[in-house]
């Protein structure tokens, strides 16, 4: 805290121990601070405590009033995550595509590899070569360009072939942006019905994590998947997140294939 600070810079003290109430005075005009330091003020000093003064002058001590612990920036005065997270995200200049990432059908462990992927964190190659590692660079599904988060969720004619599949099963057109974070920004579902929202929006990051698990395969196992195999495995893990939050369990590929395509 400011004032606390500045305490400490000036080696002022006040007892540690007590309350906030014995530093408050009651008056006919309902009361003031009065803090009790460990020693008379220098003259160079009473300008600063007056300043101190001012900041405390709105609070006031409610007497009756059991103590308790409340957060300004919620309405109810109780603390949430979400909360703390819209508060610094007010005036915030830099987006982010929170929504798509954590509202999602998602597992969590996907939306966090959706929240670096954004933040540009993948240990792709490129970043790898920036941390000193002395290795080639040639993105390990195309083997045509370099690595990076971009190029390997975006661009590459593997994850090309992923995007193209994810918008004929919506039945869009779609326009890709220069960078996953852009990309998922501009990922709003107003066109698909309101019911298919969730899966428009867990639709991208499936379809990411489906890459960086094949990427991977290829990187640390030196097996790869055909075409056809990693299309499959995207389906089917798209399929088997949605089973858990929508009403019909058992919904086959086939069926919930044709359920995107509804309007």
């Known amino acids: 805290m400011e004032c606390h600070q500045w305490l400490k810079r000036k080696k002022l003290k006040i007892n540690k121990e007590g309350l906030v109430a014995e530093a408050w005075e009651?008056?006919?005009?309902?009361?003031?601070?009065?803090?009790?330091?460990?020693?008379?003020?220098?003259?160079?000093?009473?300008?600063?405590?007056?300043?101190?003064?001012?900041?405390?002058?709105?609070?006031?001590?409610?007497?009756?009033v059991d103590d308790s612990l409340r957060w300004k920036a919620n309405k109810n005065g109780t603390f949430s995550v979400k909360c703390f997270y819209s508060s610094l995200s007010i005036g915030n200049n830099h987006p982010f595509p929170a929504s798509t990432i954590w509202t999602s059908w998602a597992p969590t462990r996907a939306s966090f590899f959706g929240w670096e992927a954004a933040w540009n964190r993948l240990l792709t190659i490129d970043r790898l070569k920036r941390f000193g590692w002395n290795i080639p660079n040639r993105c390990f599904l195309c083997k045509n360009e370099e690595e990076s988060t971009d190029h390997l969720l975006l661009f590459c004619e593997k994850a090309r072939m992923l995007w193209y599949l994810t918008f004929s099963l919506f039945g869009v057109q779609w326009v890709m942006h220069s960078s996953v974070k852009r990309n998922l920004l501009g990922w709003y579902g107003s066109f698909v019905s309101k019911k298919r929202e969730k899966a428009w929006k867990t639709a991208p990051l499936c379809l990411m994590w489906t890459i960086w698990k094949e990427r991977n395969r290829r990187a640390f196992d030196d097996v790869e998947r055909n075409d056809q195999d990693i299309k499959s495995i995207f389906l089917y893990t798209f399929v088997n997140w949605a089973r858990v939050y929508i009403e019909d369990h058992t919904l086959s590929l086939f069926d919930f294939v044709n359920w995107l395509a509804t309007k």
Do not use: C, M, Q, Y
């Open 26 to 64: 009651e008056d006919g005009a309902g009361g003031s601070w009065g803090p009790r330091f460990n020693r008379h003020l220098n003259d160079w000093e009473v300008g600063e405590v007056e300043n101190l003064l001012s900041k405390l002058h709105p609070l006031t001590i409610r007497r009756g």
